[in-house]
């Protein structure tokens, strides 16, 4: 199974908004709404943001919000914080009964 | 509060057998969840190695799968990853944790670097 592809890098200054895009096949993220997203802050463990396209776990900020078209899913943050600043992975249940993680984006806040 | 910790050596040597233990607590390993394995080489991305749940039912990576054995101890309330002749294409910051919903890894344990060398 092949990653999912993520932009290497994203940036913004505080409180703007920027959006990470994922594209998969239709064997992954086009196949169903399992798409989740990680943020890990350097020398820590992931930390779950988003489950099933949209969902937000318990005490993750609502500045934080996802979506999916077709075989792309993309992961929104809204008024821009300094601790925001992160590598943010997502992942896909797929067809075969795995799961595939992307290639991971760099959000520097400027 | 579910606390995932993973244990093992931290040097192994290449085409030998690489073994680590996760133990759990706040949770038990008997629920409905499966308990999966993430790997992290230095510098690089994310990848799922496999997830297995408490009676055994296991899902692989396959890029892996010829080399991976996963297990369950149910009466330690820990699970354990074996990734065999290993090579210094699998250094990496080794990950265990809950998979709580579909593909959904909601816990996860501090990680512990593994490096292949000789």
Redesign the interface.
């Known amino acids: 199974q092949s990653a999912l592809t993520q932009p290497a890098s994203v940036s913004g200054s505080p409180g703007q908004s920027i959006t990470i895009s994922c594209t998969g096949t239709s064997s992954d993220v086009g196949g169903h709404n399992h798409v989740l997203w990680y943020q890990q802050h350097p020398g820590k463990a992931p930390k779950l943001i988003i489950y099933d396209v949209n969902n937000r776990p318990s005490g993750v900020p609502d500045r934080f919000s996802g979506s999916k078209s077709g075989n792309t899913a993309s992961l929104a943050i809204s008024g821009l914080q300094a601790e925001d600043e992160a590598d943010y992975y997502c992942s896909s249940f797929t067809s075969s009964v795995t799961s595939v993680f992307g290639t991971g984006t760099r959000v520097t806040v400027l | 509060q579910v606390r995932l910790q993973e244990s093992g050596p931290g040097l192994v040597k290449p085409s030998e057998t690489l073994s680590l233990t996760c133990e759990v607590s706040g949770n038990s390993i008997i629920s409905d969840n499966y308990w999966?394995w993430?790997r992290q080489p230095p510098g690089k991305?994310?990848?799922?190695i496999g997830?297995i749940s408490h009676s055994g039912s296991s899902?692989?990576?396959?890029?892996l799968k010829s080399r991976i054995t996963l297990s369950v101890d149910t009466s330690k309330n820990q699970f354990s990853l074996k990734l065999s002749s290993v090579t210094a294409a699998d250094t990496a910051m080794y990950?265990c944790a809950r998979r709580g919903?579909?593909?959904?890894?909601?816990y996860?344990?501090?990680?512990t670097l593994v490096s292949v060398s000789s």
């Open positions: 999966g993430i991305g994310l990848e799922w997830s899902h692989y990576n396959p890029s990950y919903g579909i593909s959904r890894y909601d996860w344990g501090q990680g």
